[in-house]
């Protein structure tokens, strides 16, 4: 009698985790691509040449943190001003909304940084490696000196662009021609060091290295973009009724007689694809929304002689119903889009106005907890404030101050007219007077008001309160 209890059955280790796949895209030419590429010349010529853009003997665009000061072209934002960024979020965050509504992730496709780095590195890489299968057989080659040579050139040169775009990064938080005498000469700071490095090795990682995988399994974007999807959504897709059953056939062929449909099944739609999916298998989170299945796509089309369009932009109910361009249109701007762009119009509009109608004066007034309401000469009650002027724009001015809300209230301590410099700020000791006999003891509500002496128009009122003593 055998003592061995039942067979266990074979276990398999199964990795949770995919090895990931090398991705070659290959080269496309189209009207897509050259709007992918016109937009990466622009935005990087606004990344790189903005931060060397002089106005007013200063930086055009630069947040110095350290003074605690905002620069954008005329305009001066201080920390009291952080309800513009507010504002400037939600502006982003709505124009998200709308444009993905709209026509899905055309922001990932274009403009997105991870998309305009990869685009700009893949550019390097065909430059230097040459284009798909050149790439494919030098990485599948045995290391030698020619390999070697090749890869340090690709790496040098993506380094560099790494480091530029690491060093013009900081160049928005410090002055950057003095950071570039600084770099030059060896004495930068810590943490301008240490950002430039930073910044300069995450583009080196995501766009030579990580690329798709980032738009993948790291941007947030990629898992929440359903939600704003719906059925008139613009995506790219395929057009299975026209295109199956798929099949390789001469241009001469007779599609009738094969039993196929437009695809010829040559692959080049996932060959041009930068996150290396199939489009024809539907639509799919990895798809970033560039268009280059749609060019690599029509130049076949037009090589066989068929129409363009197998894969194009449309609408999930586009696609189901037949509809033509002009329906797509006048199917997207339903409800949903027409609220996002309302309230998009309406915030930046009030943004607008309240950023015209901005009074570059700022007052606070505190008073002086060291020095309570005293008695002095002449039957008069004094209290002392300290009162911080500040001028947010860059012209000076010339300061009067005043004070109402009591019988006989002066103004001492303070040599009138306050200059004040352009961007400055002031902290002033302030007393105010008052007869004794002006108002029954107690605490009384009065205003400080402080007045540009050339534009009257502008100037501010400031409570504050003024204590007679019993």
């Given at each position: 009698?055998?003592?061995?209890?039942?067979?266990?059955?074979?276990?398999?280790e199964?990795?949770?985790?995919?090895?990931?796949?090398?991705?070659?895209p290959?080269a496309?030419?189209?009207?897509?691509?050259?709007?992918?590429?016109?937009?990466?010349?622009?935005?990087?010529?606004?990344?790189?040449?903005?931060?060397?853009?002089?106005?007013?003997?200063?930086?055009?665009?630069?947040?110095?943190?350290?003074?605690?000061?905002?620069?954008?072209?005329?305009?001066?934002?201080?920390?009291?001003?952080?309800?513009?960024?507010?504002?400037?979020?939600?502006?982003?965050?709505?124009?998200?909304?709308?444009?993905?509504?709209?026509?899905?992730?055309?922001?990932?496709?274009?403009?997105?940084?991870?998309?305009?780095?990869?685009e700009i590195?893949?550019?390097?890489?065909?430059?230097?490696e040459?284009?798909?299968?050149?790439?494919?057989?030098?990485?599948?080659?045995?290391?030698?000196?020619?390999?070697?040579?090749?890869?340090?050139?690709?790496?040098?040169?993506?380094?560099?662009?790494?480091?530029?775009?690491?060093?013009?990064f900081?160049?928005?938080?410090?002055?950057?021609?003095?950071l570039?005498?600084?770099?030059?000469?060896?004495?930068?700071?810590?943490?301008?060091?240490?950002?430039?490095?930073?910044?300069?090795?995450?583009?080196?990682?995501?766009?030579?290295?990580?690329?798709?995988?980032?738009?993948?399994?790291?941007?947030?974007?990629?898992?929440?973009?359903?939600?704003?999807?719906?059925?008139?959504?613009?995506?790219?897709?395929?057009?299975?009724?026209?295109?199956?059953?798929?099949?390789?056939?001469?241009?001469?062929?007779?599609?009738a007689?094969?039993?196929?449909?437009d695809?010829?099944?040559?692959?080049?739609?996932?060959?041009?694809?930068?996150?290396?999916?199939?489009?024809?298998?539907?639509?799919?989170?990895?798809?970033?929304?560039?268009?280059?299945?749609?060019?690599?796509?029509?130049?076949?089309?037009?090589?066989?002689?068929?129409?363009?369009?197998?894969?194009?932009?449309?609408?999930?109910?586009?696609?189901?119903?037949?509809?033509?361009?002009?329906?797509?249109?006048?199917?997207?701007?339903?409800p949903?889009?027409?609220?996002?762009?309302?309230?998009?119009?309406?915030?930046?509009?009030?943004?607008?106005?309240?950023?015209?109608?901005?009074?570059?004066?700022?007052?606070?007034?505190?008073?002086?907890?060291?020095?309570?309401?005293r008695?002095?000469?002449?039957?008069?009650?004094?209290?002392?404030?300290?009162?911080?002027?500040?001028?947010t724009?860059?012209?000076?001015?010339?300061?009067?101050?005043?004070?109402?809300?009591?019988?006989?209230?002066?103004?001492?301590?303070?040599?009138?007219?306050?200059a004040?410099?352009?961007?400055?700020s002031?902290?002033?000791?302030?007393?105010?007077?008052?007869?004794?006999?002006?108002?029954?003891?107690?605490?009384?509500?009065?205003?400080?008001?402080?007045?540009?002496?050339?534009?009257?128009?502008?100037?501010?009122h400031?409570?504050?309160?003024?204590?007679?003593?019993?």
């Open positions: 009698m055998s003592l061995a209890g039942p067979a266990l059955p074979s276990t398999e199964v990795s949770l985790y995919e090895i990931r796949r090398k991705i070659y290959r496309v030419t189209g009207s897509f691509a050259t709007a992918r590429v016109a937009l990466v010349i622009a935005t990087q010529l606004v990344f790189y040449g903005l931060p060397w853009l002089q106005w007013n003997g200063r930086q055009a665009v630069l947040f110095d943190l350290a003074s605690r000061k905002f620069y954008v072209l005329g305009l001066v934002f201080w920390p009291q001003d952080v309800i513009y960024l507010s504002v400037l979020l939600i502006l982003a965050a709505l124009s998200l909304f709308l444009f993905t509504a709209i026509a899905g992730r055309v922001w990932c496709g274009y403009a997105c940084p991870q998309t305009v780095y990869t590195f893949l550019w390097v890489e065909r430059k230097i040459g284009d798909r299968l050149a790439r494919i057989r030098l990485d599948a080659a045995p290391w030698s000196l020619e390999k070697f040579v090749i890869k340090a050139l690709k790496h040098t040169a993506w380094f560099t662009i790494a480091l530029w775009t690491g060093y013009t900081v160049g928005y938080f410090t002055p950057i021609e003095s570039g005498v600084r770099a030059i000469t060896w004495d930068l700071g810590g943490w301008e060091a240490f950002w430039i490095l930073f910044y300069g090795f995450a583009t080196y990682g995501n766009a030579g290295w990580m690329r798709e995988q980032v738009c993948k399994y790291m941007c947030p974007y990629a898992r929440f973009q359903s939600v704003m999807f719906d059925k008139d959504t613009l995506v790219i897709a395929y057009d299975g009724a026209r295109g199956e059953a798929r099949g390789a056939r001469s241009r001469t062929a007779d599609r007689k094969l039993g196929v449909g695809c010829i099944d040559c692959k080049i739609c996932v060959q041009v694809c930068p996150t290396g999916i199939d489009i024809r298998n539907g639509l799919q989170y990895e798809c970033i929304g560039c268009a280059a299945c749609v060019d690599g796509c029509d130049q076949v089309m037009d090589k066989m002689g068929y129409p363009r369009g197998l894969i194009r932009y449309t609408s999930q109910n586009g696609l189901a119903k037949g509809y033509d361009r002009h329906m797509l249109w006048r199917r997207a701007l339903r949903r889009s027409i609220l996002y762009g309302a309230l998009l119009l309406a915030i930046a509009t009030a943004g607008a106005v309240a950023l015209a109608l901005k009074n570059p004066l700022k007052v606070d007034v505190m008073r002086d907890r060291g020095a309570l309401a008695e002095v000469a002449g039957e008069r009650i004094e209290n002392v404030y300290r009162l911080q002027l500040m001028n724009d860059e012209s000076p001015r010339s300061l009067r101050i005043e004070a109402a809300g009591l019988p006989g209230l002066t103004v001492l301590g303070v040599d009138q007219p306050v004040m410099a352009p961007g400055g002031r902290l002033l000791p302030l007393r105010l007077q008052a007869p004794q006999a002006a108002s029954a003891a107690g605490s009384h509500v009065i205003e400080i008001i402080v007045t540009d002496q050339a534009d009257p128009a502008i100037n501010r400031e409570k504050a309160t003024f204590i007679l003593p019993r």
